[in-house]
Structures are given as C-alpha cells and as structure tokens.
C-alpha cells in the first residue's frame, strides 16, 4: 500500500498513539515542533523624503508664526533742486529719485493638533508570544507619522503652487505683494499622445489648453520637456538655481531610465553631461533639477469642506489647510524654500504599563503644521488645463 514521508498508510487510518498525533487525529505531525525563523515579517518601510527638502522652523512656545514678506524697491535719476522727502519713486518712466513707499504683508502657519498613532498590547499576548512584538509595533507608530508627515508637505507643496490667492487659501494682501509674482506656476497636458505636452510635444505654461487624456505614463521625452520648461519659469521668477527638486512617480523616473527615445539617453549619457546609470538604474538631475521618488504625492479628491478642518484647533477660525481636488496632480517641481514647517514638539514615542487593562499602551505623536512661503518657488504638473491653475 502506498506510504507518505512519515511511514503512514495513505489508504487507512493511523496507528493509534503515533507520538506527532494529536489526541489521535488524522494528522500524525499535528504536535511537532513548528521552528521559528526568527525573522518578524513586517510592512517594507515606505520612503520619506521631504524633511530635509523644504524650510523648517522650530518655537518652544505659541500657536503660529509669523514670515514677514516684504515688497521690492524700485530705483530712478534724480532731478537737482527737488526734495526727495517730496517724491515718490514711482515705476518706469516715471521713476525718480524719490521715496520707496514699499509694500508689507505677513505669512502665517499655524499649528495643527496634535497627530498620534498608537497600540495597545496585552500582558499576556507579550509573555506568551516567541518574539519581541515591541520593537515592530512601535517602529511602525513612528512610520506612519513619517508618512503623514510626508503626505501633509506635499498637499501643501501642490496647494502653494497650483492655489495660491484662491479662495480658502492664504492670499495676502493686494494679492501678494506689488511687484512680485505672488503666483507658482501650473505645466499642463494638451494632447492625447503624451502627457505634460502641448500639440508640438513642448511643455507648456499658458492657461488655453484642452483637456488630455493621459497615457499611463508619460513618454520619457515629455517628462524631459516638462523638467526643463519648470526650470525656466523658476529662472524666469528669479528663483535660486539652487536646491531645486522634482517629485515624481516611479513610473516616470523609470520611463526616464529605460526609454530608448535619443532624448533619454542624452539625459545618461556622461560623454555629453549626463548623469546617472542604466545599470544603477538612478537618475540624479535633468536641468539642474534633483529628480525624486515618492508615492506620496496626492492623487484623490480632498476638496476643502468635503472633509473638513480635521487638523484645526477648535478653536481656529482660520488654520493650516490641506484641501483640494489632487486627482489631476501629475509631478512636482520646487526650491527648497516655497513652503514650509513649523514645528512645536518632534516626533515622541511614550509607553505606559496600565493596571487596570493588564497592558501597555504605546503611543507615537508630533506637534507640527505646514503651509506655503514663496508661491513663485513651485511649479506643479497637471494633466488637465486649469484644473490646478
């Protein structure tokens, strides 16, 4: 008669009393030993990135605070005789010597409740448990703060660049400030056949497309042209060449690697200034601009009012928001000084033992809130005409 591994007649019931049987089941391995691999499977950490890439500001004390923004000056010949206390300097041909009558505003971020992960676990599913269940479930409080974190930065990113002066956004004074931009910049689609791109394939920034029907991915020239075409109108506002960064998707980073359009493989090339390796599969900078990963740039509708101020104070009329429409958010281009974070208490990990529930109460929390600076610093990409504009 045909035998498994363990000698059992495969046609008939087991011996009584085989030593893996349990209380003579079926089973006969039923009660050996089950080795532990002494590996704890957990979730694969997801990737932060935007801590060091934006400003962040530290207070021991208070709600908010507050970023002067100061207009620019303007400069004209002098007319012997006349009182410069008299006279304004005015703008173009009417400048003169006179007084600069500069405007003045203020950026406010306020701070938002506190934000908090935790777990409990159980005296006795710890002393019973064969691994540490500490160390995995408190790290993974911590993780998902960081994402938080992350996600809050880049809404506010997007809203700095694609919302600014819009109702329910911060909108200063006289719309900015005279003399300056006061305005991100919106790079969006126009054609079907490759996102990001107008009807020449060229990136473009006016307000007069149509709307596109996205490929999966855009192709790796696209992405190409819209880099480019973000740094011109960064240089155009007079924004720093420097600590510029690109937040896109893997599946464009990837485009850009693995293309075989000649554009892509000047980007690699090193021969004529290319940076990064098909090997290494990495891409460090098109256009001077840092290339990122992230899956965290927000893609779902949030419209303000849909889901409320959760992050506000009860008490806060008008704080930190987060709300948009993202579904048309394609990418991202900044300098790390268009928005920021104020901070009033990093992150904290706190346990404590309760008698009462014969357990440990594991709590992670941070006290901190977003918002913009320098909406000129951001230009963000959408696959739709005026939908983020």
Not at 263 to 279: C, L, Y
């Amino acid at each position: 008669m045909p035998t498994n591994l363990f000698g059992n007649n495969t046609n008939s019931l087991p011996v009584a009393g085989r030593v893996g049987s349990n209380l003579h089941g079926n089973d006969t391995t039923g009660l050996f030993l089950k080795k532990f691999a002494g590996e704890v499977m957990t979730v694969f950490d997801e990737k932060n990135i935007m801590k060091p890439l934006h400003t962040i500001r530290t207070i021991s004390k208070g709600k908010s605070a507050q970023f002067p923004v100061i207009g620019t000056a303007n400069a004209g010949y002098y007319t012997p005789g006349t009182d410069i206390l008299d006279n304004d300097v005015g703008t173009g041909t009417d400048a003169g010597g006179g007084l600069n009558n500069m405007k003045q505003t203020e950026v406010m971020i306020h701070i938002d409740k506190v934000l908090m992960s935790s777990t409990f676990i159980a005296s006795i599913d710890e002393l019973v448990s064969h691994f540490d269940v500490r160390a995995p479930y408190t790290h993974q409080l911590g993780e998902a703060l960081a994402n938080q974190f992350d996600k809050n930065v880049l809404k506010v990113a997007v809203k700095t660049g694609a919302k600014q002066g819009s109702a329910g956004v911060l909108e200063p004074s006289d719309a900015w400030i005279e003399n300056q931009t006061g305005r991100g910049s919106v790079v969006y689609a126009t054609r079907q056949a490759g996102a990001l791109a107008d009807t020449a394939n060229t990136a473009v920034a006016s307000t007069d497309g149509t709307e596109d029907t996205l490929r999966t991915t855009p192709t790796a020239s696209v992405i190409r042209t819209a880099l480019f075409e973000s740094a011109r109108l960064l240089d155009e506002k007079d924004v720093p060449s420097s600590d510029r960064y690109a937040i896109i998707t893997p599946a464009m980073y990837y485009e850009l690697i693995n293309s075989d359009e000649i554009v892509t493989n000047s980007v690699i090339n090193r021969d004529i200034g290319g940076e990064g390796s098909i090997a290494a599969g990495t891409i460090t900078r098109i256009a001077g601009i840092n290339l990122l990963v992230s899956n965290h740039l927000p893609d779902s509708d949030l419209t303000p009012g849909s889901g409320g101020h959760a992050n506000r104070w009860q008490s806060q009329a008008n704080g930190n928001d987060y709300g948009l429409n993202y579904e048309h958010c394609a990418g991202l281009v900044f300098q790390k000084g268009g928005f920021g974070t104020l901070k009033l208490q990093d992150l904290t990990m706190e346990n404590e033992y309760l008698i009462q529930r014969q357990g440990n109460l594991f709590v992670a929390k941070y006290s901190m809130g977003h918002g913009p600076l320098r909406p000129e610093s951001v230009v963000v990409w959408s696959d739709k005409e005026a939908a983020l504009a």
